[in-house]
């Protein structure tokens, strides 16, 4: 089994920056693919940024110039630093991953999410 563990969350002021990071364990043999995924109330859930096992990034446009995703392939942690946040960035953030477990089967995992709020 494979767990997702999500840190960092918490309260910002507009135009502040804040970093997210999670942290995978388990019984993994390896990582395809890490990344985040918001969600607002009344909203879809929606992707923040994803980075592959090649350190590949895939940004929404909305997000570019704003959100770096990283990657610490050693210790399966990815982190997310977001600037110049915005009231519309209130959202509970999720990790996501596809992960390849021991058995050589690869599973999708989610994280339990984390609130990001962006007020003054």
């Known amino acids: 089994q494979v767990q997702l563990e999500e840190s960092g969350g918490g309260l910002v002021q507009p135009g502040g920056s804040l970093t997210l990071s999670c942290a995978a364990s388990g019984s993994i043999f390896r990582i395809i693919t890490m990344g985040w995924f918001r969600q607002a109330p009344g909203e879809e859930r929606e992707l923040v940024a994803r980075?592959?096992?090649?350190?590949?990034?895939d940004y929404p446009d909305s997000m570019k110039g704003r959100i770096t995703i990283s990657n610490d392939a050693a210790n399966h942690t990815v982190s997310l630093q977001m600037n110049s946040m915005r009231p519309e960035d209130t959202a509970v953030y999720f990790c996501n991953a596809y992960i390849y477990d021991t058995m050589k089967y690869w599973h999708e995992y989610w994280g339990q999410g984390i609130q990001v709020t962006v007020s003054a």
């Open positions: 980075i592959h096992s090649g350190d590949t990034t």
